[in-house]
């Protein structure tokens, strides 16, 4: 079974199901019975016309040429033969939960970088090109060691909850249909839903044991010897620290 296509272009993206098309703008989601398209035109070389049987039209744009055109051809197969002539009352809306947005992620990346560089700038002037350079080698540490330290605290929260109340399981290699071997287990929880994990991907056997979280089951993780858990996030959570004690320490020696 092929996977539904997509075809987005920043915030606006659309995807083809069996029975309709779904696009999403922003925190607007609309629905578009496939029963309700006449036909389907390109408009340039990175968008797509859908016509309503009512006449009204949808614009669909694409991040390049290639994808807009796959999506077009699937789209023009995936069509019924039998159209409803409704067209647009067919088409339903709906609102979705708050999203960020990819201007409000870049918008937000260029202010944390401007922060910085005006940071290394005015200790540079205020305090001389050694502790401008202190600085600027803080900064990554910090930016570097924090969301180390938060993983490896996260890891080992996880690992405690799945101490207290997980349920250990044998987990399958998964195959392709084509017969090649995935880098990736399936296994079933008890209440008969399958899950895929990552863990163990450069293992060679055909089978691991994962245990799960038996209220959350998509909390997992490969079974391991405590001992090796222990020194894993040992090492890394010292490492983590080491990096953003020097980071913190960079960014606010020319200060202390």
């Known amino acids: 079974m092929l996977s539904p296509q997509v ?11 069996p029975d309709r098309l779904t696009t999403t703008e922003g925190r ?6 496939l029963a309700a398209v006449q036909e389907v035109r390109p408009d340039g070389d990175k968008a797509l016309l859908v016509v309503l049987t009512d006449g009204a039209t949808r614009r669909l744009p694409g991040g390049n040429a290639y994808a807009t055109s796959a999506f077009l051809t699937a789209l023009t197969a995936a069509l019924p033969e039998q159209r409803d002539p409704a067209g647009s009352a067919l088409v339903t809306t709906e609102e ?55 993983a490896v605290f996260l890891s080992i929260k996880n690992r405690v909850i799945l101490r207290r109340r997980g349920i250990t399981v044998a987990a399958a290699r998964h195959y392709h ?42 909390l997992n993780a490969a079974v391991e010897p405590l001992f090796s858990t222990v020194l894993k996030h040992s090492f890394g959570g010292a490492v983590s620290l080491a990096i953003l004690a020097l980071g913190l320490w960079g960014v606010l020696a020319p200060y202390l």
């Open 7 to 17: 075809l987005s272009k920043g915030d606006h993206y659309t995807v083809l199901r």
């Open 28 to 33: 607007q989601i609309t629905h578009i019975p």
């Open 96 to 150: 979705s939960g708050g999203i960020i947005k990819v201007w409000q992620v870049w918008t937000g990346g260029a202010a944390f970088l401007a922060a910085c560089v005006a940071y290394v700038w005015w200790t540079g002037s205020a305090h001389g090109e050694v502790m401008g350079l202190a600085a600027f080698g803080g900064l990554f540490g910090v930016i570097i060691g924090g969301p180390c330290t938060l």
């Open 177 to 218: 249909p084509n017969g090649k071997r995935a880098s990736w287990y399936k296994f079933t929880d008890t209440h008969g839903n399958e899950h895929s994990t990552g863990y163990g991907s450069n293992r060679l056997t055909e089978e691991i044991h994962v245990v799960y979280d038996a209220e959350n089951t998509r």
